[in-house]
């Protein structure tokens, strides 16, 4: 009895030992697999810093996984075995590819992932400090679902929070921006990275540009990076479009007459409009082409070198009633009629006032605002405008 006990003992013994380095190793596996579990984690966001919600980015090598940004622009992509890895983004019908590849870490670091409007993505160590802390980031088919009738992409910033118009320096193609509470001067604007600002009146110069050469459009608001320099309110950067290996292109032309418009109900005949509906014309055109530069014999750029084109009429003519006081005939022959003593004075008048008083008009309407010295007439303020821009893409590589 004595001997099999001790034999029991000892199998038990064996059992426990066993189930004792099994567990070892099983952790051992899974603490060494959890080492080797790459997590790829950041923030994507365009060049203005303005974050990109429901982009995909791609991580492709030993294995492949990808994670969709969040409203912030956050995205986190783990279970990647150890390895380098090709990394990509796509947001709506764009695809940034970045040259080097990327290596997953086993830590809570992350990178900041900027996607410009065109070219290679950018990656960099993610830290926390945002170049801004609002704006808007519209893509060429936000633009391009604009109304003709005076197609000005501007009033698209009108979506980011803190913007409204600014009606202290506005004109037909230099509308202001007041961005939290600022002035207009204050918003920046620019072209391809070129600043376009009015230094006058505030707001963009080329604002009546083609919006079918607009790819993209980039607006920041908030505390400004200092790579932007002037300009504390916003700051709005129009990327326009480039050449492809294939021509293309469009043309547009609206048209709007005051001869096609139905008569409002207040719509009278009056000494300033004899026709009851004020004059307005307005009419818009332009043309966009884009392809790769091959000159027979001379130069093949099919493969790298690109123009794009881009040109925009504009045309108004608005009606707009004036009325203003002028002096009376009596007046103008120096006689003054005192209704309030119901007297009546006979001022001289020097010929040299007299010429002056005659190059007034008449007055022709009593029942006006100013009485019997009401003029009131209609005139017209014609607006032309051209618009042409040429560019000109080559990759040496």
């Known amino acids: 009895m004595k001997f099999t006990g001790t034999a029991r003992l000892k199998a038990a013994l064996r059992v426990f030992c066993c189930g004792v380095v099994l567990s070892l190793l099983a952790t051992a596996t899974v ?10 984690q950041g923030v994507l966001r365009t060049s203005a810093g303005v974050p990109i919600s429901g982009a995909v980015v791609r991580l492709a090598g030993s294995s492949k996984a990808e994670a969709v940004t969040g409203a912030e622009g956050r995205f986190r992509v783990s279970g990647l075995a150890a390895g380098r890895y090709q990394l990509s983004v796509v947001s709506g019908s764009r695809t940034a590819l970045y040259g080097e590849p990327v290596e997953p870490t086993g830590n809570a670091s992350g990178a900041a992932l900027t996607m410009p ?15 801004s802390t609002g704006g808007e980031d519209l893509s060429s088919q936000a633009v391009s679902g604009l109304p003709l009738n005076k197609r000005d992409f501007s009033q698209l910033l009108l979506l980011a929070a803190g913007t409204m118009t600014d009606a202290n320096g506005a004109t037909n193609f230099t509308a202001q921006f007041a961005i939290n509470g600022q002035r207009g001067v204050e918003a920046v604007f620019a072209m391809d990275g070129a600043d376009i600002s009015d230094p006058e009146m505030g707001g963009a110069t080329f604002s009546n540009f083609n919006v079918d050469a607009v790819e993209e459009i980039e607006s920041s608001s908030g505390w400004m990076p200092a790579e932007i320099g002037r300009g504390a309110a916003g700051f709005t950067n129009i990327h326009t479009r480039t050449g492809t290996e294939g021509f293309h292109g469009s043309v547009f032309e609206f048209l709007r007459n005051s001869a096609l418009d139905a008569r409002n109900y207040f719509d009278h005949p009056s000494l300033a409009y004899p026709g009851r509906i004020p004059a307005f014309r307005r009419n818009e055109f332009g043309f966009t082409n884009g392809g790769p530069i091959y000159l027979p014999g001379l130069f093949d750029g099919r493969k790298q070198t690109f123009y794009f084109t881009q040109y925009q009429g504009f045309r108004q003519v608005l009606g707009t009633t004036q009325v203003m006081p002028v002096p009376t005939a009596a007046e103008r022959a120096g006689v003054d009629v005192n209704s309030a003593l119901n007297d009546t004075f006979d001022v001289p008048v020097s010929p040299a006032i007299a010429a002056i008083l005659a190059r007034y008009p008449l007055p022709n309407l009593p029942t006006g605002a100013y009485g019997t010295h009401t003029y009131a007439t209609a005139s017209k303020v014609d607006t032309t405008a051209n618009q042409f821009s040429l560019r000109i893409d080559h990759h040496f590589s």
């Open 31 to 40: 603490v060494f697999a959890q080492s080797h579990e790459g997590v790829f």
């Open 117 to 131: 409007a065109e070219g290679a993505l950018l990656v960099a160590p993610l830290t926390e400090q945002v170049a």
